[in-house]
């Protein structure tokens, strides 16, 4: 089983900027791609970003040129640099994670979110 933790959101102004972490814990053989999604009152999850083990990354284009992804293998942790904030970027915004456990095999892991809130 994997746990990820995010921590990081909070309430910030228009134009400003946020960064988050999630640290992923547990029986990990081997980590693969790590990513964020979020989700707005009344919509559906979307993917924010994601980077593959090969730091290959992809965003969606609302965030391209002010978000960031990046990792840390060695921590098992994703980061995402979040800057140029928009209101319509409120959401509570979920880490995900493809990990390969003894138990489990290779499954898709999430976190239970962070809320991010831009607002003046």
């Known amino acids: 089983q994997v746990q990820l933790v995010e921590s990081g959101g909070g309430l910030v102004q228009p134009g400003g900027s946020l960064r988050l972490s999630c640290v992923a814990s547990g029986s990990i053989m081997r980590m693969y791609g790590m990513g964020w999604y979020r989700q707005a009152p009344g919509q559906q999850r979307e993917l924010v970003g994601n980077?593959?083990?090969?730091?290959?990354?992809n965003y969606a284009d609302s965030v391209k040129g002010r978000f960031t992804i990046s990792r840390d293998n060695a921590k098992n942790t994703v980061y995402l640099q979040m800057n140029n904030l928009k209101p319509e970027d409120t959401a509570v915004y979920h880490c995900?994670?493809?990990?390969?456990?003894?138990?489990?095999?290779?499954?898709?892991?999430w976190g239970q979110g962070t809320q991010v809130t831009v607002s003046s």
């Open positions: 980077i593959g083990s090969g730091d290959n990354t």
């Open positions: 995900n994670a493809v990990a390969l456990t003894p138990r489990d095999n290779l499954s898709s892991y």
